[in-house]
């Protein structure tokens, strides 16, 4: 990536943390300058220099961007560490004001409202899913099985949410599609039972279609809630896009093949089977 990239990214990252364009371009050209002019801004960010003064008012009120009193007034950016931090918290700032917005909000009833036995719903993206898979672990009263497909699955987050179910005297279960990942999880969770799983599919397309496309993670949560999801990788190996299907509320008898599926490769001696089948 060249310098014009890089500079087009940090631009772009900005304003997706909220600066407007002329202020996130301001603060990258000021980044670059040890101190300059509205002169030195307007041609090193190729904003108009009469919008200058309007961008680096907004920057130095957001503590992003200092100013020298001077004849013509001197201006610099605060050091990028400091500058991070400070749009992290407004950042953080904001997401719990929209939670605690949202959550204020009355619930709208429909017509179509009415008691459903089981559902079954999708989401997209590396994160979402991630989030959502983390969501359903921390929620799990007895039993949690985990089947781990691909690598970049094992985050430290996963495993922060995974040990602190084991804290809580929960059964957790996981099976990995290699042996190397078997390893790598007993070493990052020595109290949890893993297995190397035996579902030869996990490692290639269940169709056998020539893609890239892969189970990167399986969860059983309390034989009740199921999370299915697969990946799209990149050419070095790493997830390019995920995609998830997750429900609760099945027939028992989907549920009991589904963990039976799902601990094969696990020896019976060691399974604790939070309920009969």
Known sequence: MNDVSHHQQAVELLQQLGLKEYEAKC?????????????????????????????????????????????????????????????????????????????DLKQVQTTSDEEISHEVWALSGVTSVANRTQQLIDAADKEIVLIIGHEDVITDELVAHLQAALDSGLNVLVGTATKQLHTKIVETLPEAEVFVSELEWLHSSPLDLDDETTISRLLLVDQNTILVSSIHETETGGIDTEKAVFGRGFDNGIVVIARRLMATGLQPAVDPKVSDE
């Open 27 to 103: 603060l990258v050209a000021l980044s670059r300058l040890p101190k300059g002019t509205a002169k030195d801004i307007s041609e090193t960010s190729d904003v108009p220099r009469t919008r200058v003064y309007d961008a680096i008012r907004v920057l130095e009120t957001k503590g992003l961007v200092e100013i020298q009193h001077s004849n013509p007034q001197q201006f610099r950016a605060v050091p990028i560490e400091e500058a991070a931090e400070t749009l992290r918290q407004e950042y953080e700032s904001r997401t719990d004001t929209l939670v605690e917005t949202i959550a």
